[in-house]
């Protein structure tokens, strides 16, 4: 257990345990929230049980915080409090969640000119020195820049991929650290397997029995703060600063490029559909549809391949599910 020092820290050992047997546990967004919120009560209400006021005052929104991001940081406080009325163990009311803010983000749209260069510089970065933080950055780079384009996982799920959850025999990736709270597979294209097989053999040498996939110097997962800038950084030598594009990007452009290339059969659509939404981690086919929403022209490709409900299925989209 991480270091809880609120005056309740047995309700919320005993609530981890709970989530992690029921398999909805997710340390990198439940774990950090609710890590907040504990040390948050304990310094403002040392000793202290549960109260409302407490709960209140941490799940106000604050200062330029939007909704979304409120909600999100909240959520393992409604999900704690209400482990906790189940039981009979508070009286404190759950607090309700906001309404999201229309979503006007725009991925970019990729071009294979544009990936062509960035993957040509993530196969040629130069270091001025050969200590083994640069000696894994680029073997680093240029496979996990791949996976990320080539099967839509996200940066979360590739940055805490430990190495027992990637079989290499069989091509399969078994994602247990995730935004969501539902493990998942997801199956490789054969040159994504070998690419990774080559990797993992000359990794091993430089860290013998490594708990991380993509194990930073410290032995420990990368951090997003380095998988992002190191993508900036490439991105930027490959195509310049008038064009703008993050590394979870890859993730949208995974969706838009498996959708477009779908025939125009309205049965196959639905069945690749689900079969895409659970390879990458959706709950709800509902979750993936979010990529038509925010890619006019691929909203277009399913209307006209299925004219009948289009607008039941597209009209409202839960951007929280995703």
């Known amino acids: 257990m991480k270091n809880y020092?609120?005056?309740?820290?047995?309700?919320?050992?005993q609530f981890i345990i709970y989530r992690k047997a029921s398999g909805a546990w997710n340390e990198s967004n439940y774990g950090y929230c609710l890590l907040k919120f504990d040390n948050y009560c304990a310094d403002k209400y040392p000793n202290s049980p549960l109260t409302q006021e407490m709960v209140d005052q941490w799940c106000e929104k604050k200062g330029r915080e939007i909704n979304r991001s409120r909600n999100t940081r909240i959520r393992v406080v409604r999900a704690f409090i209400s482990y906790l009325r189940k039981r009979g163990l508070t009286n404190v009311e759950e607090p309700p969640l906001l309404t999201n803010e229309p979503h006007t983000y725009i991925p970019h749209a990729f071009t294979l000119e544009e990936l062509q260069r960035f993957f040509y510089e993530c196969d040629h970065i130069k270091t001025a020195h050969q200590d083994l933080r640069a000696q894994l950055s680029k073997l680093v780079c240029p496979v996990m820049f791949r996976l990320l384009y080539s099967s839509g996982i996200r940066t979360t799920e590739a940055r805490l991929l430990r190495r027992k959850d990637v079989d290499l025999n069989h091509g399969i990736l078994d994602i247990q650290e995730s935004k969501g709270y539902d493990q998942h597979y997801v199956a490789l294209h054969p040159s994504m397997t070998d690419l990774l097989k080559r990797y993992d053999k000359t990794v091993e040498r430089l860290q013998p029995n490594r708990d991380y996939f993509f194990q930073s110097p410290n032995g420990k997962n990368y951090e997003h703060g380095w998988l992002e800038q190191m993508f900036r950084k490439l991105w930027k030598k490959a195509n310049g600063d008038n064009t703008a594009a993050t590394a979870y990007e890859l993730r949208h452009n995974y969706a838009t490029t498996?959708?477009?290339s779908w025939d125009n059969d309205s049965f196959e659509i639905s069945?690749?559909?689900?079969?895409?939404?659970?390879?990458?981690g959706h709950r709800w086919t509902s979750s993936t549809l979010h990529y038509y929403s925010i890619v006019?022209?691929?909203a277009e490709t399913?209307?006209?391949a299925s004219e009948i409900g289009f607008n039941d299925i597209i009209s409202e989209v839960n951007y929280e599910k995703e």
């Open 271 to 280: 069945d690749k559909l689900n079969y895409l939404a659970k390879s990458m």
């Open 296 to 298: 006019p022209r691929l």
């Open 258 to 260: 498996n959708i477009n």
């Open 5 to 13: 020092r609120s005056g309740f820290v047995d309700f919320i050992e």
């Open 302 to 304: 399913i209307k006209n």
